[in-house]
């Protein structure tokens, strides 16, 4: 054993920079990988672990009204384990007005020991004039820990748009900022509606709530006389939502609203007449941890997914490319195995003296590659999953440390296998006369270029050297397709569903929008075109409801850019699909479907899948991209009831500028007209820029990291270049020392190696860019199939262009240093046998074994 760590010490001397680098581009290159798979896991499991640490409820109920039975009747169905309730006020905070976000209060303990925020600064609410908020009322409001906030309340009442006068105020407080954070229900990014909560203390809202009196079913007075004891004067009270924990869990929750349904609808029986005929009673409208747990990773499937796959491919194209190198640099060894062959030491000892260095190298860089993963591990989690998890911390999974250590036993026992071949292939060799160099075409005219050519691509080092860089190459291609496809995808709003210049919603998209009032504002000349599109009134295809985006008038102008493929439904049979919605109906173009609202159906066939704005009523489920139906106009007529039902259920104004126009210039020019599109005369929420789905904005946040790990990548598959085509270059020296004893003059030598280096990358960009381009084309493909997009990769001639000019730069640079020392390794390049076997004589200690 001495003698092959003697051998082993004498190689690793000889060979330091060429096992350094092979450390360095595992620890580059597999740290950018375990970074990505370590983000793409945190990221998956951040929402999840938060659920199980903030004890969150399995069913949020809002059970529409609210009396002093409601919380007996929830307790008295069976499976209940723990009930929490929190009051929605009718509230203002800061503005001095009665439409300002949600300000809420709890008595018994939510938000306090269950359904608990992700705290950013500060701290959860205890006693007092406190106040928790969360990120989205502190940006609109202004504040931060420490600061006073004005809360002022209003009396709730039935009254509806023709009400003639505003919420009569009723108090107000001034409460101190304690923290800042995100309720569990705001962790989805959500570009439509603002969520802006204030979190109060018991003390501070008690005197604002209320708790309502349910009325004798034999009470026969008109909704009005029955009004003071539904809502007593002096309430602010507007709802009051109820978390359960449920035996059974998710599953359990389902069972246990169904149960609670038919409670509910038997006490409804018992109410007074003036409120069955205004449709005034209990309701569960319930909100599972389940579906919330799903909508979050849904939006967070494509950035995990697009971070597995980097993760993947920057590990298998960093382990290739350093195992070619450590295969090159084992048969550059070969006329070594040859002298210990000769001096008589054992093949086992002649393989661990070869194999020890690079093994000693693998081990180094994947040790390296673990502790670039752990200082890149606060990159993790990313997109709206670092909401429950703000502040970034550094740690591994057992999983990544597992994998590694797997990965240094594999990789030790292939380069030991490795080297063995080259010891065989060295006693197979010994004594026989190389065979001769075939002769290239143009020698006599370049013999600097015929002797480069030779140089790149004979023999058994050249083709691992062409093989690495093809792969660098098709790495680094395959990396930048891929993200210029997603930066296109990001930057065209079209792409995701949002054609317009600028959109509105009125009535929180529920409708009723004054037409006349919509053309009047809008009959300018800066307008190039507008309509209107309907998303409530709910509707099914083949039974199953489904969010839709429905043309009334105009809209059908704006639907040519949502198409995939076939086309846009115009007729009263017609429909189109998001993809996503389409593959989970099992319909596709040509199909014929059912759809059906409470007032009509009929029969509709799909004529082309859509990407659809994400759009949709106040705190209901939405179109999105591949999720949703697009309604024609006149089939969307047909199954409400006819063309003024339809209308009434418009509620998204869509408006194309003119050339040249800008949005929010335009929206602040007619920012007075807004209040009169809307029956209550509110102003509708309107926007300027595009209104991303959250997968989108999720994709956006997080690009951050995977450019990063690409530089990382893209930096290590570069110097795997340059070491590549140096260590060829250093390979060559009794060639140049050869021809450098013939006569070739040392203009003739660099040209050599310039030649080299440049063929090898022109090999590797003729092999490595068509499998490059294919791979980021089918990467991207893949990622926008999953999000349901148009699958448009983006291929930039400028960018392949950038890639080839930066590939003949790098080899140029790569060349420019053994071009220099050529002359000096011709020189030195003719050491003879007995110097070589001195050399190992003297790195064996005693001679033969």
């Known amino acids: 054993?001495?003698?092959?760590?003697?051998?082993?010490?004498?190689?690793?001397?000889?060979?330091?920079?060429?096992?350094?680098?092979?450390?360095?581009?595992?620890?580059?290159?597999?740290?950018?990988?375990?970074?990505?798979?370590?983000?793409?896991?945190?990221?998956?499991?951040?929402?999840?672990?938060?659920?199980?640490?903030?004890?969150?409820?399995?069913?949020?109920?809002?059970?529409?009204?609210?009396?002093?039975?409601?919380?007996?009747?929830?307790?008295?169905?069976?499976?209940?384990?723990?009930?929490?309730?929190?009051?929605?006020?009718?509230?203002?905070?800061?503005?001095?007005?009665?439409d300002f976000g949600q300000v809420r209060a709890s008595h018994d303990g939510r938000y306090v020991d269950q359904d608990r925020p992700a705290v950013d600064s500060g701290r959860m609410i205890k006693s007092g004039q406190e106040a928790f908020v969360s990120r989205g009322a502190a940006a609109?409001?202004?504040?931060?820990?420490?600061?006073?906030?004005?809360?002022?309340?209003?009396?709730?009442?039935?009254?509806?748009?023709?009400?003639?006068?505003?919420?009569?105020?009723?108090?107000?407080?001034?409460?101190?900022?304690?923290?800042?954070?995100?309720?569990?229900?705001?962790?989805?990014?959500?570009?439509?509606?603002?969520?802006?909560?204030?979190?109060?203390?018991?003390?501070?809202?008690?005197?604002?709530?209320?708790?309502?009196?349910?009325?004798?079913?034999?009470?026969?007075?008109?909704?009005?006389?029955?009004?003071?004891?539904?809502?007593?004067?002096?309430?602010?009270?507007?709802?009051?939502?109820?978390?359960?924990?449920?035996?059974?869990?998710?599953?359990?929750?389902?069972?246990?609203?169904?149960?609670?349904?038919?409670?509910?609808?038997?006490?409804?029986?018992?109410?007074?007449?003036?409120?069955h005929d205004n449709h005034i009673g209990y309701e569960v409208i319930p909100s599972f941890r389940s579906d919330d747990s799903a909508r979050v990773q849904k939006s967070l499937s494509p950035v995990v997914t697009a971070l597995r796959a980097f993760g993947a491919v920057a590990g298998m194209a960093t382990i290739a490319v350093a195992l070619l190198l450590i295969g090159r640099l084992l048969r550059l060894r070969g006329d070594d195995v040859r002298v210990w062959r000769g001096l008589g030491i054992s093949p086992t000892r002649r393989t661990l003296g070869l194999a020890l260095p690079p093994t000693g190298a693998v081990v180094a860089g994947l040790f390296g590659s673990v502790a670039v993963a752990w200082l890149a591990s606060p990159?993790?989690?990313?997109?709206?999953?670092?909401?429950?998890?703000?502040?970034?911390?550094?740690?591994?999974?057992?999983?990544?440390?597992?994998?590694?250590?797997?990965?240094?036993?594999?990789?030790?026992?292939?380069?030991?296998v490795a080297a063995h071949r080259v010891v065989r292939s060295s006693a197979a060799t010994a004594g026989r006369t190389p065979a001769p160099r075939r002769s290239f075409?143009?020698?006599?005219?370049?013999?600097?270029?015929?002797?480069?050519?030779?140089?790149?691509?004979?023999?058994?080092?050249?083709?691992?050297?062409?093989?690495?860089?093809?792969?660098?190459?098709?790495?680094?291609?395959?990396?930048?397709?891929?993200s210029a496809s997603l930066v296109r995808f990001l930057d065209t709003p079209a792409r995701f569903g949002w054609p317009f210049d600028i959109g509105a919603l009125v009535n929180a998209g529920y409708g009723q929008t004054n037409l006349a009032a919509v053309a009047k504002t809008l009959d300018r000349p800066d307008v190039e075109r507008w309509g209107l599109a309907a998303m409530s009134g709910g509707l099914?295809?083949?039974?199953?409801?489904?969010?839709?985006?429905?043309?009334?008038?105009?809209?059908?102008?704006?639907?040519?850019?949502?198409?995939?493929?076939?086309?846009?439904?115009?007729?009263?049979?017609?429909?189109?699909?998001?993809?996503?919605?389409?593959?989970?109906?099992?319909?596709?173009?040509?199909?014929?479907?059912?759809?059906?609202?409470?007032?009509?159906?009929?029969?509709?066939?799909?004529?082309?899948?859509?990407?659809?704005?994400?759009?949709?009523?106040?705190?209901?489920?939405?179109?999105?991209?591949?999720?949703?139906?697009?309604?024609?106009?006149?089939?969307?007529?047909?199954?409400?009831?006819?063309?003024?039902?339809?209308?009434?259920?418009?509620?998204?104004?869509?408006?194309?500028?003119?050339?040249?126009?800008?949005?929010?210039?335009?929206?602040?020019?007619?920012r007075h007209d807004l209040p009169g599109w809307d029956p209550f005369h509110v102003p509708p929420p309107s926007y300027a820029e595009p209104v991303r789905p959250a997968t989108v904005v999720d994709v956006a946040a997080s690009r951050r990291v995977p450019a990063l790990l690409a530089g990382l990548l893209g930096l290590t598959m570069a110097?795997?270049?340059?070491?590549?085509?140096?260590?060829?270059?250093?390979?060559?020296?009794?060639?140049?020392?050869?021809?450098?004893?013939?006569?070739?003059?040392?203009?003739?030598?660099?040209?050599?190696?310039?030649?080299?280096?440049l063929v090898v990358v022109l090999i590797g960009l003729v092999v490595g860019l068509p499998i490059g381009i294919a791979a980021g084309r089918a990467g991207f493909t893949v990622f926008a199939r999953d999000i349901g997009a148009a699958t448009r990769p983006a291929v930039p001639p400028a960018l392949l262009s950038l890639i080839v000019l930066g590939a003949v730069v790098l080899a140029l640079v790569a060349a420019a240093v053994p071009a220099r020392r050529s002359s000096r390794w011709a020189v030195a390049g003719m050491l003879s046998w007995d110097e070589r076997a001195h050399a190992s004589m003297r790195g064996a200690g005693s001679g033969p074994a």
């Open 1 to 98: 054993m001495g003698v092959a760590v003697a051998l082993a010490r004498e190689g690793f001397r000889r060979r330091r920079a060429a096992l350094a680098v092979i450390a360095l581009v595992l620890a580059g290159g597999v740290g950018a990988a375990l970074t990505s798979l370590e983000v793409a896991e945190r990221t998956r499991h951040a929402y999840p672990d938060y659920l199980h640490r903030a004890a969150v409820g399995e069913l949020v109920v809002n059970p529409s009204l609210v009396t002093e039975k409601t919380e007996a009747l929830i307790r008295s169905v069976p499976g209940v384990v723990r009930v929490r309730s929190d009051s929605l006020l009718n509230a203002s905070a800061g503005k001095g007005t009665s």
């Open 140 to 275: 609109a409001l202004g504040v931060t820990v420490g600061d006073t906030l004005p809360v002022s309340f209003y009396e709730e009442s039935f009254a509806g748009p023709d009400a003639p006068t505003a919420p009569r105020p009723i108090g107000a407080v001034r409460v101190r900022v304690v923290g800042i954070g995100v309720f569990q229900d705001e962790v989805l990014p959500d570009e439509l509606f603002p969520r802006e909560k204030i979190l109060v203390t018991s003390e501070v809202a008690r005197p604002f709530d209320c708790t309502r009196h349910q009325p004798d079913s034999g009470d026969l007075r008109s909704l009005e006389e029955l009004a003071p004891t539904l809502v007593p004067p002096g309430c602010a009270l507007s709802y009051r939502y109820f978390s359960l924990r449920v035996r059974g869990g998710d599953a359990g929750a389902v069972r246990f609203a169904d149960a609670l349904a038919a409670r509910f609808r038997q006490e409804n029986l018992r109410l007074p007449r003036a409120m």
């Open 379 to 416: 990159l993790g989690p990313v997109a709206s999953a670092r909401a429950v998890v703000p502040a970034g911390t550094r740690h591994l999974s057992i999983a990544t440390v597992l994998t590694v250590a797997a990965a240094t036993v594999l990789l030790g026992i292939g380069v030991t």
């Open 441 to 482: 075409p143009g020698a006599g005219r370049s013999p600097g270029l015929a002797l480069g050519i030779r140089a790149a691509t004979v023999g058994g080092g050249a083709n691992a050297l062409l093989a690495g860089v093809g792969i660098a190459v098709a790495a680094a291609t395959a990396t930048l397709v891929f």
């Open 540 to 670: 099914a295809i083949n039974g199953e409801t489904v969010p839709f985006v429905a043309g009334r008038r105009g809209f059908d102008a704006f639907t040519r850019a949502l198409i995939i493929s076939g086309r846009a439904p115009r007729r009263d049979h017609e429909i189109a699909l998001g993809s996503i919605t389409a593959r989970h109906l099992h319909l596709h173009v040509g199909d014929e479907a059912t759809v059906a609202t409470s007032r009509g159906k009929r029969k509709a066939r799909v004529t082309g899948l859509v990407v659809l704005p994400s759009i949709g009523p106040f705190e209901s489920d939405r179109a999105s991209l591949g999720t949703g139906a697009l309604i024609s106009s006149p089939l969307f007529a047909a199954v409400v009831g006819g063309v003024d039902v339809a209308d009434n259920l418009a509620g998204f104004v869509a408006v194309d500028l003119a050339a040249g126009a800008d949005p929010a210039s335009f929206l602040a020019k007619v």
């Open 719 to 757: 110097v795997s270049v340059v070491t590549g085509i140096a260590s060829g270059t250093r390979a060559r020296r009794r060639e140049l020392a050869v021809l450098r004893a013939v006569g070739a003059v040392p203009r003739q030598l660099r040209a050599s190696v310039r030649w080299h280096a």
